[in-house]
């Protein structure tokens, strides 16, 4: 049964940074893509940024373009996010997602498990 759990996820200033971390249990790194989403109150749930082992690639959002990186942690089977120079609007529940295959990664339906979430509040 695989299992996603985040952490990292605290009250910073805008201009600050944080690195989320997400744990992967009972799956090992194949044909498959990871990614970050989040969802702020009274919104829908929006991409953050994927990364696809196989082909070495990188996806963000426009919106995070140059801030955010995503990375792949060997070590624990999982992804990091290192978010810089934080907004307000960043704040928002950041969840981890898994998928697999040749799927869009941009798109919510293409994960197959998800994490629980983790709360970013930037505050201005």
Request: proline share 2%; hydrophobic share 35%; charged share 20%.
């Amino acid at each position: 049964q695989v299992q996603l759990v985040e952490s990292g996820g605290e009250l910073v200033q805008a201009g600050g940074s944080l690195r989320l971390s997400c744990v992967a249990s009972g799956h090992a790194f194949n044909d498959d893509f990871m990614g970050w989403f989040r969802q702020a109150p009274g919104k829908e749930r929006e991409f953050v940024a994927a990364i696809r082992w196989s082909f070495r690639s990188t996806y963000y959002a426009e919106s995070v373009e140059g801030r955010f990186t995503i990375s792949r942690d060997n070590a624990r089977s999982g992804v990091f996010l290192q978010m810089n120079s934080l907004r307000p609007e960043d704040t928002a529940v950041y969840y981890c997602a898994l998928g697999y295959g040749l799927r869009n990664v941009r798109v919510a339906t293409s994960y197959d498990y998800w994490g629980q979430g983790t709360q970013v509040t930037v505050s201005s």
